[in-house]
């Protein structure tokens, strides 16, 4: 039996894609629901705290944060800025913060809210889903 160069090679090309597709789907990554001593919020409770005029931490790239962000948050990017000191500098630890990144596809958001919650903020609100949902419900 005589198989061509090319079927064999469309063959092993689509049993490659199969194979690898379950690997490329489960290293996506996906944040978690809840960050230990933070408080997780959706976006009508978070719209309650912006209301309320507390601290709203963005720690997306300098690229997303320059696309768009929730109104008076302020920008602390999570990989180069984010320390304990810059967040003093913002926000006192016995006041309240909301941490935000770009939804649930986003870690930054969880890592930086235990990050704040290590350093002894007491009332820290994970906002999970954040500035991609906040835009979208206006």
């Given at each position: 039996?005589?198989?061509?160069?090319?079927?064999?090679?469309?063959?092993?090309?689509?049993?490659?894609?199969?194979?690898?597709?379950?690997?490329?789907?489960?290293?996506?990554?996906?944040?978690?629901?809840?960050?230990?001593?933070?408080?997780?919020?959706?976006?009508?409770?978070?719209?309650?705290l912006?209301?309320?005029?507390?601290?709203?931490?963005?720690?997306?790239?300098?690229?997303?944060?320059?696309?768009?962000?929730?109104?008076?948050?302020?920008?602390?990017?999570?990989?180069?800025?984010?320390?304990?000191?810059?967040?003093?500098?913002?926000?006192?630890?016995d006041?309240?913060?909301?941490?935000?990144?770009?939804?649930?596809?986003?870690?930054?958001?969880?890592?930086?809210?235990?990050?704040?919650?290590?350093w002894?903020?007491?009332?820290?609100?994970?906002?999970?889903?954040?500035?991609?949902?906040?835009?979208?419900?206006?």
């Open positions: 039996m005589f198989v061509s160069r090319t079927a064999l090679a469309s063959t092993l090309v689509l049993m490659i894609g199969l194979l690898t597709q379950p690997v490329a789907l489960a290293a996506k990554k996906v944040s978690p629901e809840t960050v230990d001593g933070a408080t997780t919020v959706n976006t009508a409770e978070a719209k309650k912006f209301d309320q005029g507390i601290t709203f931490i963005d720690v997306r790239s300098n690229r997303d944060w320059e696309a768009g962000r929730i109104p008076g948050s302020v920008h602390i990017e999570l990989k180069k800025v984010y320390s304990e000191e810059t967040l003093s500098a913002v926000v006192g630890k006041q309240p913060v909301l941490i935000y990144c770009n939804a649930a596809g986003c870690m930054r958001s969880s890592k930086a809210c235990a990050k704040a919650v290590d002894g903020y007491r009332k820290v609100y994970y906002y999970r889903m954040g500035y991609p949902e906040w835009k979208r419900k206006g």
